[in-house]
Nanobody, 125 residues
């Protein structure tokens, strides 16, 4: 069982930056693909970014490419999402998720076995 706790959300003006963190309760580095998803108000949860077990492979949804960066520190069992040039349409509840054991990245929410409780990101115009 893996417990995930997100932090770092908040209110920011358009054009600003935030860094989300996701701390895992157990060692995820050798086995788990990690992902970030988001759920805007009144909409379904959607994929944002994913990273493989050693950080060598990442993938992003088109709307965040060039603005968001996913990374991981396996020594700290933590995954990050650096969000720059934020836009009002980035407003959502952001979730961290773990899929494993697996070596490849995945964008499908059904592939993820463990989820955090979410952290709210609000971008004002």
């Amino acid at each position: 069982q893996v417990q995930l706790v997100e932090s770092g959300g908040g209110l920011v003006q358009a054009g600003g930056s935030l860094r989300l963190s996701c701390a895992a309760s157990t060692r995820t580095g050798s086995s788990y693909t990690m992902g970030w998803f988001r759920q805007p108000p009144g909409k379904e949860r959607a994929f944002v970014a994913t990273i493989n077990w050693n950080g060598g492979t990442t993938y992003y949804t088109d709307s965040v490419k060039g603005r968001f960066t996913i990374s991981r520190d396996n020594a700290k069992n933590t995954v990050y999402l650096q969000m720059n040039s934020l836009k009002p349409e980035d407003t959502a509840l952001y979730y961290c998720a773990a899929a494993g054991p697996r070596l490849t990245i995945t964008t499908g929410p059904r592939d993820y076995d463990y989820w955090g409780q979410g952290t709210q990101v609000t971008v004002s115009s």
